[in-house]
């Protein structure tokens, strides 16, 4: 009985400590959830990062009382940079003290400077890793350094790859005038023989570009190369003229009555969408142009765009018609503020006379209670404006808009 009595005593002590393990497990693993979630994040990047220069610096910082910046390391960082190169970036922010991070994806992620990649959670949720991405290095491409025809087939032009580039624009000439035109093809080749339909010396030019309307904000063209002329006799053109167009590249054709020099000077329909043709026959492509008052964005083969556009690291709402949107404006039920120059606002307040408004980091009007620098605001649910000198329940916020406790 004595063993036996010893054995159940020790048992009670093992299941004691068990209970005793357990609960403490369960403590800590609860005191995470008894915490506020951090749903979303707001971070500002900034990076001295140029062309042919140094490796560079990298920073951020979170305006938020939640949770701060620990460290914020280039993952992929070269001792010089090239035009074109996207420095990929690590960050890792920390929560405060009864605070943890949920899920974290794009829609959640609010970077000014750089673009979301992915995050990852750790440390019982306290610590949130995001990787993103800058915007390219800011540079211009080289010139072309050989541009020429191949003997065989007729018509057949062809090029020198540029470094870093991955699209090129092109240029069919006759006789000095052009005849064909491609705003962006990724080869380095192009059968231009089913548009020589008309006896001359042709020629091309060709220049590296951008590939896209996003990569044009930090990619700049490089200079045009010229080809030497190519004699076109008239049997030639007449069995250019019998050849089906098969390059699957969209381009705008001088004689056949679609290209700029066709028209008069003015807006311009066709199956792929508006363009604007310049009273020297030329079209504005991946930029801004104002046309009468207002503006207009181009992409890169120079159709107007419409809805929401990003350009130079900026954000801005066009309408149906093309045209810029200024001030306030509401999109789904929310209101945005976009500035002509600085297209959408974000993360900041805006005065407009004796009101102050505060646009979110994702832009939209702040409503409600605010925590701004340290200090509480109250912003009217009804139009946005920051209350001064009112008792908002029984809280007394003062002439400067601020909670005085």
Known sequence: MTGRRR????????AAAAGLCLAVWWSAATAVYADEAIKSVAVAVTSSVVANGDGGSVSATADSTKYHVVSCDFINGKSQWKAGDIPKVSIELAAEEGYYFNSINASGAHIRGADYVTSKKSDAKRSLTMTVKLKGV????DRVEDAYWEEKPLGKARWAKVEGASSYEVKLFCDGSMVYHVPR??????DFFPYMTEAGDYYFKVRAVARSESESDYLKAGDWAESENQEITRKDAQAAGKRSVSTGVKGVNEKDGTGPQ???PGWVQDQNGWWYKNEDGTYPVGKWNMIGDKWYLFDMNGYMLTGWQWKNDREYYLTSNGDMVTGWFQ???IWYYLDPEQGKLTGTWLQQGDDWYYLNPDGSMAAGWLLSQGSWYYLDPRDGRMVKDQVVGEYYIDQNGIWAP
């Not at 054995?7 to 093992?14: A, D, E, H, P, R």
């Open 7 to 14: 054995y159940v005593c020790k048992g009670v002590k093992m």
């Open 138 to 141: 800011k540079g211009t491409l």
């Open 185 to 190: 093809t990724n080869s380095v080749s192009y």
């Open 262 to 264: 066709s028209q008069a």
């Open 331 to 333: 999109y789904n039920r």
